[in-house]
């Protein structure tokens, strides 16, 4: 049976909790500074022209999604999801790459054919959608990864957006066991049972056994007294909201 850590003393509440939201916010930049900086190339494909692209040009990036996947541990999985009217030789393309512990890397297959059983839409998808829609970054899950060997990852998005003309999105499926050690330890020194957890009251993570990765949470109010000392945003964009607890 788990220890379970003591209430946050109310007089270091403000300079604790704001330490731990800004480490959390500082892991959470980092790997959409990586995103962001992936998707430069293909903003640059897209100004060089010709347009629009062609899967060609797509795969021609792909040393970059590589060399983002081998500076970035975390990257499970990596790359470009293209807008329809952004390609010239097919409706939906998608440019990204997968961890193997046999070659490496290797490419993600997905069909992308609408008349298919095993049919992948990725405009259904929040990642994507947020970037089309409202050109913004998205973070969604964390959820199991299936095809990439049953991962529980995070699916991290920024629009890729050219002279007001929506591109696509360049992403990474983030590995939660790996962005743990980065997210984990402020929330330790909280002194007090904390949870993560994402816009839909799912939790990302928690310093105490009482709550599960992927769980979603009943209740989430600030005004219940009763059950949380402290709610604050942590990333106001994605919708991460770190609460502690009473005890």
């Given at each position: 049976?788990?220890?379970?850590?003591?209430?946050?003393?109310?007089?270091?509440?403000?300079?604790?909790?704001?330490?731990?939201?800004?480490?959390?916010?500082?892991?959470?930049?980092?790997?959409?500074?990586?995103?962001?900086?992936?998707?430069?190339?293909?903003?640059?494909?897209?100004?060089?022209?010709?347009?629009?692209?062609?899967?060609?040009?797509?795969?021609?990036?792909?040393?970059?999604?590589?060399?983002?996947?081998?500076?970035?541990?975390?990257?499970?999985?990596?790359?470009?999801?293209?807008?329809?009217?952004?390609?010239?030789?097919?409706?939906?393309?998608?440019?990204?790459?997968?961890?193997?512990?046999?070659?490496?890397?290797?490419?993600?297959?997905?069909?992308?054919?609408?008349?298919?059983?095993?049919?992948?839409?990725?405009?259904?998808?929040?990642?994507?959608?947020?970037?089309?829609?409202?050109?913004?970054?998205?973070?969604?899950?964390?959820?199991?990864?299936?095809?990439?060997?049953?991962?529980?990852i995070l699916t991290c998005s920024a629009p890729v957006v050219v002279d007001g003309v929506f591109v696509g999105v360049a992403g990474a499926d983030v590995a939660l066991s790996k962005l743990e050690p980065h997210l984990l330890p402020?929330?330790?020194?909280?002194?007090?049972?904390?949870?993560?957890?994402?816009?839909?009251?799912?939790?990302?993570?928690?310093?105490?056994?009482?709550?599960?990765?992927?769980?979603?949470?009943?209740?989430?109010?600030?005004?219940?007294?009763?059950?949380?000392?402290?709610?604050?945003?942590?990333?106001?964009?994605?919708?991460?909201?770190?609460?502690?607890?009473?005890?």
């Amino acid at each position: 049976m788990s220890r379970r850590t003591p209430p946050l003393p109310s007089r270091l509440a403000n300079d604790v909790v704001a330490r731990c939201v800004a480490e959390l916010q500082a892991a959470t930049d980092e790997v959409f500074t990586a995103i962001e900086q992936m998707a430069r190339p293909l903003a640059e494909a897209w100004i060089d022209g010709p347009r629009p692209l062609t899967t060609a040009h797509l795969s021609s990036l792909q040393t970059h999604v590589v060399d983002a996947m081998v500076a970035h541990h975390s990257f499970h999985g990596a790359g470009y999801v293209l807008a329809e009217p952004a390609l010239a030789d097919r409706p939906r393309y998608l440019e990204w790459w997968s961890r193997s512990p046999q070659v490496g890397f290797e490419p993600l297959v997905l069909n992308l054919d609408p008349d298919a059983a095993d049919y992948y839409d990725y405009y259904g998808k929040a990642w994507f959608a947020a970037g089309l829609l409202h050109q913004q970054r998205f973070a969604a899950g964390p959820l199991i990864d299936l095809p990439c060997s049953s991962v529980c990852i995070l699916t991290c998005s920024a629009p890729v957006v050219v002279d007001g003309v929506f591109v696509g999105v360049a992403g990474a499926d983030v590995a939660l066991s790996k962005l743990e050690p980065h997210l984990l330890p402020p929330m330790r020194r909280l002194g007090a049972p904390a949870v993560l957890v994402n816009a839909d009251r799912r939790v990302i993570l928690a310093n105490d056994a009482r709550w599960t990765t992927g769980e979603r949470l009943a209740t989430f109010d600030r005004d219940d007294e009763a059950s949380w000392q402290a709610i604050v945003d942590v990333t106001r964009d994605l919708g991460w909201r770190l609460a502690i607890a009473v005890a």
